[in-house]
């Protein structure tokens, strides 16, 4: 009646739940352990990619960062480089600066001694030519020679009254 009713032999289809078994546990113990080895193998494998790629990663910062700190010092050791180049340049520009101004102070000073030198020197040159005409005037004047001694007097008395007047 129940065959009758589904069409089905229960005997069949007991064989076909034995039969699905059978294979179930077969397939179990030789398809299902080898299968899950292999996708076990293989998540292992994919946890492995994915730790060495986070390794690499870290290893990528940590390299980004000592780069980023030897650059920073660079920069650093080239900004106190060019300081004290400027620095340098500043007191070797403030050294010719004072040997310049010292030459110059120099120069000014032995322009200074040689124009009181040619005065000095136009001046006793003046005197000598003026003591020989004043002589050959007095001379004439007086209508008689003097002697050194009065000649010398002469002379230092018209120098002083000379120098006075210059």
């Known amino acids: 009646m129940f065959e009758s009713f589904l069409g089905v032999n229960p005997w069949t289809a007991l064989f076909i ?22 996708i076990s193998d293989r998540q292992a494998e994919i946890d492995g990619m994915y730790a060495a790629a986070n390794d690499a990663q870290q290893q990528a910062e940590a390299m980004q960062t000592e780069y980023q700190q030897k650059l920073s010092s660079a920069q650093q050791t080239s900004e106190r480089l060019v300081k004290e180049a400027m620095e340098r340049g500043q007191a070797r520009e403030e ?72």
Not at 23 to 37: E, T
Not at 97 to 102: C, L, Q, S, Y
Not at 130 to 148: E, F
């Open 17 to 38: 739940l034995l039969n699905t078994l059978t294979i179930y546990f077969v397939a179990k113990k030789f398809l299902f352990g080898p299968v899950m080895k292999i």
């Open 95 to 166: 050294e010719i600066i004072r040997k310049a101004n010292a030459d110059a102070a120099a120069i000014m000073d032995k322009a200074n001694a040689d124009i009181a030198m040619e005065k000095k020197k136009a001046l006793n040159d003046a005197k000598d030519e003026i003591s020989g005409l004043a002589m050959a005037i007095a001379g004439k004047v007086v209508g008689r020679q003097l002697n050194d001694a009065d000649q010398s007097a002469l002379i230092d008395s018209f120098i002083d009254e000379l120098g006075d007047h210059v």
